[in-house]
């Protein structure tokens, strides 16, 4: 079973409903990291282009990506322009710590 990581960048404001879908959606857990940096959209009205955000990581297998994306894409936008991006990446080995057992 192959392991992806799915990676979004969305806005801090809509971060709790985010959240709040994937646990509906029973995804056992998430990374949230706070960045700033800019896209396509750039605030001109401020001498910081910088945006602040936050950015979702999560791994899951792949028969489950969907089931991450949907609830992601659900409730992270409000319809303006720098809602974020979702990106799916392939994960070649994942390992726990813990037991250091491989998860991939």
Same mark, same amino acid.
């Given at each position: 079973m192959k392991t992806?990581?799915?990676?979004?960048?969305?806005? !801090?404001?809509?971060?709790?409903?985010?959240?709040?879908?994937l646990r509906d959606a029973s995804i056992p857990g998430v990374?949230?990291?706070r960045i700033r940096g800019y896209g396509?959209?750039?605030?001109?009205?401020?001498r910081d282009t910088l945006e602040e955000n936050v950015k979702?990581?999560?791994?899951?297998? !792949?028969?489950?990506v969907n089931d991450v994306i949907n609830p992601i894409?659900?409730?992270a936008g409000t319809e303006s322009q720098?809602?974020?991006?979702?990106?799916?990446?392939?994960?070649d !080995?994942?390992?726990r710590v813990r037991d250091r057992s491989s998860l991939s």
């Open positions: 992806k990581c799915v990676v979004a960048i969305i806005r !801090e404001s809509q971060l709790n409903q985010v959240i709040e879908a990374t949230v990291t396509e959209y750039v605030n001109t009205f401020t979702l990581e999560i791994f899951v297998s !792949e028969h489950e894409l659900n409730h720098g809602d974020g991006i979702v990106a799916v990446l392939d994960v !080995e994942l390992f």
